[in-house]
């Protein structure tokens, strides 16, 4: 039985996913790695560190840097990114959301926040849903980041539930596996060819609602 929603945040709450590409964008193109949406797409749900060496590969520049000059590039994004999202505010909820969180809550659902971003608490304060959230992972903590199951299966514990009393919500193709791999029902928000492992594709945030849920999940 439902008793848990463990949500991603970029591209699911708000999004973020968008500021992320830019600050990418920027950051590669800097050290004249070619970047683009469709390799952007790789990015999704993965950690900070992990993305920078994902670009240098693409590039074929990882032997050109130090290890410290691979952080100096990272710290350059996470500047980059937190000067676009410092104008965040509740307007940028994505459409529908916050209604269904709300709904959630009402019907007596824990909720549960499960990004790869260190970035996620300041985000859900100034998007003011923060209270909203039982429980926030901690990714500064774990041993593997998405497409591990990791996170969703931490955030089920930190809910006191078992992962077959939860589901998650992902936009990335790496967040889906994380879920599949907890062996949690999948509700993917993306088109159906990068959502092709969801139990449930919507195209927009706008189409998840509760009763549609349980509607799919056959209660
Ligand atoms: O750099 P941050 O804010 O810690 O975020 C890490 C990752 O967080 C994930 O939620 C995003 O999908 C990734 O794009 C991002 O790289
Ligand atoms: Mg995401």
Redesign the pocket.
């Known amino acids: 039985m439902l008793k848990g929603i463990i949500f991603?945040?970029?591209?699911v709450i708000t999004d973020t996913?968008e500021y992320?590409y830019l600050a990418?964008k920027k950051t590669a193109e800097a050290i004249g790695v070619p970047f683009d949406r469709e390799f952007n797409e790789e990015?999704?749900?993965?950690?900070?560190m992990d993305?920078l060496y994902k670009i240098l590969d693409h590039g074929g520049i990882r032997g050109q840097f130090s290890e410290a000059q691979v952080e100096e590039l990272a710290h350059d994004?996470?500047i980059y990114?937190q000067e676009l999202i410092k104008e965040i505010t509740p307007n940028d909820l994505l459409p529908g959301i916050k209604d269904f969180l709300l709904e959630c809550k009402e019907a007596g659902l824990k909720l549960g926040l499960a990004?790869?971003?260190?970035?996620?608490p300041v985000i859900l304060d100034r998007l003011e849903v923060t209270t909203l959230f039982d429980t926030i992972v901690d990714?500064g903590k774990l041993k593997k980041g998405k497409p591990d199951p990791e996170i969703f299966v931490k955030a089920a514990a930190q809910l006191q539930l078992q992962v077959n009393e939860c589901i998650g919500v992902e936009d990335?193709e790496a967040g889906i596996q994380a879920i599949k791999g907890a062996n949690m029902f999948a509700i993917g928000v993306g088109t159906p060819d990068r959502m092709k492992l969801a139990d449930w594709q919507v195209g927009s945030t706008t189409e998840i609602t509760l009763e549609r849920l349980r509607e799919k999940l056959g209660e």
């Open positions: 991603d945040l970029d591209g996913a992320h990418w990015l999704k749900g993965v950690s900070r993305s994004k996470n990114y990004s790869a971003s260190k970035n996620g990714p990335a």
